[in-house]
Antibody, heavy 120, light 107 residues
């Protein structure tokens, strides 16, 4: 059974940093692209960042480019999101999502999310 | 960036009704479009990929069609368990973008 379990969320002051993690199990992690998608309270879905299986490149939403860094450790079956210079508008539930083979940017499994609240 | 415009933003229909949601892309995205269902308090679930392909295990009352800039998503016979918000998502270009969502309720 595919499982994606996010952690690392919490309350943080504006301008500070936070690192999210996503532990994957139930599939061959190193074969698939992975993504972060967020959802502000009561709002819609916003794609944040993605990384292919081999970390050959990393792509970001304009709203987080230069502040967030996505990475993965295939040996640990884990995905990460390093978030710097956090802003109140980054407050959201952050989901880890798995891509599909040959459709890397289609999300077939999602975690339950970890909540990040940016507030003073 | 490719903008995805979904309509309506909400709808109310009776059990058994046929429900259709549309999604318009700001530029040609071929068939690089997915549909997701998000039930309250839950993570989204993939229903349709490549505009019209039903994900394994998804009931056949769900369907999708379209290509280019205009797409539609249909529930052929609305069931109580279909109460959710539905999102389209394009993956033709980065940044990946979602539609604003359509909230489906039972009348």
């Amino acid at each position: 059974e595919v499982q994606l379990v996010e952690s690392g969320g919490g309350l943080v002051q504006p301008g500070r940093s936070l690192r999210l993690s996503c532990a994957a199990s139930g599939f061959t992690f190193h074969d698939y692209a992975m993504h972060w998608v967020r959802q502000a309270p009561g709002k819609g879905l916003e794609w944040v960042a993605g990384v292919p299986w081999n970390s050959a490149y990393r792509v970001y939403a304009d709203s987080v480019k230069g502040r967030f860094t996505i990475s993965r450790d295939n040996g640990k079956n884990s995905l990460y999101l390093e978030m710097n210079s956090l802003r109140p508008e980054d407050t959201a539930l952050y989901y880890c999502a798995k891509g599909i083979v040959a459709r890397e940017d289609t999300f077939d499994y999602w975690g339950q999310g970890t909540l990040v609240t940016v507030s003073s | 960036d490719i903008q995805m415009t979904q309509s309506p933003s909400s709808l109310s229909a009776s059990v058994g009704d046929r429900v259709t949601i549309t999604c318009q892309a700001s530029q040609d995205i071929s068939n690089y479009l997915n549909w997701y269902q998000q039930k309250p308090g839950k993570a989204p679930k993939l229903l349709i990929y490549d505009a019209s392909n039903l994900e394994i295990g998804v009931p056949s009352r769900f369907s999708g069609s379209g290509s280019g800039t205009d797409f539609s998503f249909t529930i052929s016979s609305l069931q109580p368990e279909d109460i959710a918000i539905y999102y389209c998502q394009q993956y033709d270009n980065f940044p990946l973008t979602f539609g604003g969502g359509t909230k489906v309720e039972i009348k």
